[in-house]
T-cell receptor, first 114, second 108 residues
């Protein structure tokens, strides 16, 4: 049973480009969470999705950021018109239920905006 | 909403015991979890407490007191490899959110 898979592991984008981060949850997990982590800082919640539904996006910036978790395929975190402040590690986690008794994290995508 | 507070840094000697505290404010609280993250790595699950009391898993134990909105992670027989950041996480009516993390440095 493969763990949570995120790709790419490293992504470099120029200011103004789009970044698409992918997350395939563990098999059997239908709950996905995205977090952002700046160097030397904690994990900041961004969005919580269940298959085809956004459950909680209270941590998402209002503009340029969007997330989806389609019926088929991975969850996608999309950042449009990236700026240098978007440079961070983005982690995805999945769990089998929404009760968060244990969440499994991917290795993260390190986004660098130049 | 939820907020969790934990110390930013702790230093302890190899072989010793260290306790990392976490206080929380959350609505509809379900339980408190702990995660370990080494530099450059992914957070990994350590423990989860839904009920008051102590949960023991090898060298690591975690404690929860719902009445005090307080928990802690206890690490025994510290090893150099335990040097990492430790995050407490709260789950409730809102998704799993984390404190800012405690950076543990184990010294010889």
């Amino acid at each position: 049973n493969a763990g949570v898979m995120q790709n790419p592991r490293h992504l470099v984008r120029r200011r103004g480009q789009e970044a698409r981060l992918r997350c395939s949850p563990m098999k059997g997990h239908s709950h996905v969470y995205w977090y952002r982590q700046l160097p030397e800082e904690g994990l900041k919640f961004m969005v919580y999705l269940q298959k085809e539904n956004i459950i909680d996006e209270s941590g998402m910036p209002k503009e340029r950021f969007s997330a989806e978790f389609p019926k088929e395929g991975p969850s996608i975190l999309r950042i449009q018109q990236v700026v240098r402040g978007d440079s961070a590690a983005y982690f995805c986690a999945s769990s089998p239920t929404g009760l968060n008794t244990e969440a499994f994290f991917g290795q993260g995508t390190r986004l660098t905006v130049v | 909403g939820q907020s969790l507070e934990q110390p930013s840094e702790v230093t302890a000697v190899e072989g010793a015991i260290v306790q990392i505290n976490c206080t929380y404010q959350t609505s509809g609280f379900y339980g408190l979890s702990w995660y370990q993250q080494h530099d450059g790595g992914a957070p990994t699950f350590l423990s989860y407490n839904a009920l008051d009391g102590l949960e023991e898993t090898g060298r690591f134990s975690s404690f929860l007191s719902r009445s005090d909105s307080y928990g802690y992670l206890l690490l025994q027989e510290l090893q150099m490899k335990d040097s990492a950041s430790y995050f407490c996480g709260g789950s409730g009516n809102t998704p799993l959110v984390f404190g800012k993390g405690t950076r543990l440095s184990v010294i010889a």
